[in-house]
């Protein structure tokens, strides 16, 4: 039976760059970094949650080139998708990173699920931080 979630890939062009951006910026650190045969495995995760790892990729295989060139294309034009960021307060995080230099698509507001700001990492993916709060479907209407 399937118990967690454990592993999700963001893309990225350059992997020292997207590191140093979980890592320096977002407060990530790095799990795994280790290269074989010319492929490199590098993944980054939250200090406090061992259970889940980024794997900050490359395109290329096992994509064939023609979906690593999506990916690639996707990254260049900032519309490469991304992950969704739990915090604690969106407002606060929202100031901390933009004083870091992050860039931010839509500054902190309401949603009927909490407060939602989007961001963009520096390789080109979206991340959407959300500070949660309790709701129904009736919210939405």
């Known amino acids: 039976m399937i118990t967690n979630v454990s592993l999700v890939t963001v893309y990225c062009k350059d992997q020292d760059e997207a590191r140093d951006f979980y890592v ?30 980024i794997t900050l990729m490359k395109p290329g295989p096992p994509l064939d080139e023609e ?17 969704g960021l739990a915090v604690d307060d969106c ?10 230099g992050v860039t931010f698509l839509q500054e902190p507001a309401e949603r009927p699920y909490g407060v939602e700001a989007v ?13 949660p709060r309790r709701f129904s479907p009736g919210d939405f209407a």
Do not use: C, I, S
């Open 24 to 53: 320096d910026v977002l407060g990530f650190v790095t799990r795994t970094d280790v290269t074989l045969d010319g492929y490199r495995w590098l993944t980054v995760g939250l200090p406090d949650r061992p259970e889940l790892e």
């Open 91 to 100: 407002r606060k995080t929202y100031e901390e990173l933009t004083a870091k």
């Open 67 to 83: 979906g690593a060139d999506f990916h690639r294309r996707q990254l260049d034009k900032g519309q490469a998708g991304g992950l």
């Open 119 to 131: 961001m963009r990492d520096n390789q080109g993916n979206w991340l959407v931080l959300v500070e």
